[in-house]
């Protein structure tokens, strides 16, 4: 009898010792990093951002080294089926990580070489299917504007010539950009508190599709780059400052760190990728945190008594070209109806090219410039207005500037969807 027992008591403790550790969320979500570092092994540029652990990186390498595109669009199917099956732990993290993954799939999928229609792969990759306007419907717009810039020549010339009379010289740029983006920042921290010691570097480089570009390094700092190949304009300074910086990119990237990866252990957000419905909250946030930082006619003030002595430049027409700024900003749903047609084969780059010139008031190269960037990043173009509109609405469904800068810190430092903005 004693001996039986001593016999069946190890085997039990065996047992239990060897027993299967319980699936969860975090487990799946270190698997999640593993598997888009792989992608991005794939694909240059697919990955924005990582600051995560050194050995999931190289996990990730090995991954890549391993598994074929196929082999990976798999993984990522099955990783999302166990996350769905894993949502009762945590809802809302379980969708976005599943909302993240669909949109993995649908990039391995192009990847492969399958052809999607510019809505399938919007909302594949975003989770937005874009409800566009025709072109025609830009024209009164376009009239309005023809009326606050009068002259001779087309009115995208008109306009181009009158805007360059705001160029900031080569040699002006950093100091205003410096106060540009000190002026953003200490807007944005009246409301949200920083981690502490964040910090970004600015740099200004050549050869780039893009106006603006913000590489986040991790450890609250930000790498800020400023295309320079074409002249630059006095009111892209607060733009970008805010779009790059504060409280752009840089916050957002920086709360997301400090309160979910390093605040909650949650490894998802230590890695960025670009194709997925993430960037439709950080561009969209990004672009609306200009009005928000600067509203009414705040930035004309600031840009007048701040940035025009820095660079050197007159105030007679400033409130002129703010309106013209303005007027203009009602023509950005036209670029993603051109990009609409031209990645789904209905016009050609020259069309698309000569459509931007007209709709976006701007030269030939700066057109060429845009459709250059779609060519790249193909329906990213979507984030930046409708995402802008949605964060706008949800934002702007609050009453008082406490509560909208309340409203716009919980957008930026949770795990938030598109599907979770407020919508009308």
């Given at each position: ?43 240059d ?12 990186k190289?996990?990730?390498?090995a ?108 040699e ?65 300074a ?100 051109i ?46 207005g ?21 409203r ?17």
């Open positions: 009898m004693s001996r039986y027992l001593l016999f069946v008591v190890p085997l039990a403790l065996s047992s239990a010792s060897t027993a299967a550790p319980r699936d969860n969320l975090n487990a799946a979500a270190r698997d999640f990093v593993r598997l888009e570092l792989a992608i991005g092994e794939k694909e540029g697919y990955i924005d951002a990582y600051y995560g652990p050194a050995d999931l190289a996990e990730g390498q991954l890549a080294k391993t598994s074929d595109l196929p082999a990976l669009q798999d993984r990522a199917q099955d990783l999302r089926s166990r996350i769905a099956k894993l949502a009762a732990e945590n809802p809302r993290r379980s969708r976005f990580l599943q909302a993240q993954l669909t949109a993995a799939v649908t990039r391995l999928r192009m990847m492969r070489g399958e052809k999607l229609s510019f809505d399938d792969e919007a909302l594949g990759l975003f989770g937005l299917r874009p409800k566009l306007k025709p072109l025609s419907a830009y024209d009164p717009i376009l009239a309005r504007i023809d009326k606050l810039i009068p002259g001779k020549g087309t009115l995208a010339e008109r306009v181009d010539a009158f805007q360059d009379g705001f160029l900031i010289k080569t002006r740029l950093k100091p205003v950009f410096d106060a540009a983006i000190a002026g953003c920042k200490a807007r944005t921290v009246r409301h949200i508190k920083l981690p502490p010691k964040e910090r970004f570097d600015l740099a200004f480089v050549t050869g780039k599709s893009w106006s603006g570009y913000n590489y986040y390094q991790g450890k609250y700092h930000s790498k800020i780059e400023v295309n320079t190949d074409l002249p630059i304009r006095i009111s892209r607060v733009d970008l400052g805010c779009h790059e910086g504060y409280p752009g990119h840089h916050v957002l990237n920086s709360l997301l760190e400090q309160r979910l990866e390093r605040g909650r252990g949650w490894a998802e957000f230590s890695v960025y990728p670009l194709f997925s419905p993430q960037s439709v909250i950080a561009e969209g946030s990004a672009n609306y945190g200009i009005d928000l930082a600067f509203p009414g006619p705040q930035k004309l003030a600031f840009e007048t008594s701040t940035l025009y002595p820095r660079a050197g430049l007159p105030t007679r027409d400033a409130a002129r070209y703010d309106a013209l700024l303005r007027a203009m900003k009602d023509l950005a749903g036209s670029r993603m109806t990009a609409r047609a031209f990645l789904d084969g209905r016009i050609s780059e020259a069309q698309a090219v000569e459509l931007q010139r007209k709709y976006g008031l701007t030269s030939e190269a700066r057109a060429k410039q845009s459709i250059s960037f779609t060519k790249q990043y193909r329906t990213y173009v979507i984030n930046y409708l995402g802008e509109q949605m964060v706008k609405l949800d934002v702007e469904s609050r009453r008082g500037t406490a509560a909208r800068w309340k716009f810190e919980q957008i930026i430092s949770e795990p938030t969807l598109p599907s979770d903005l407020k919508s009308r």
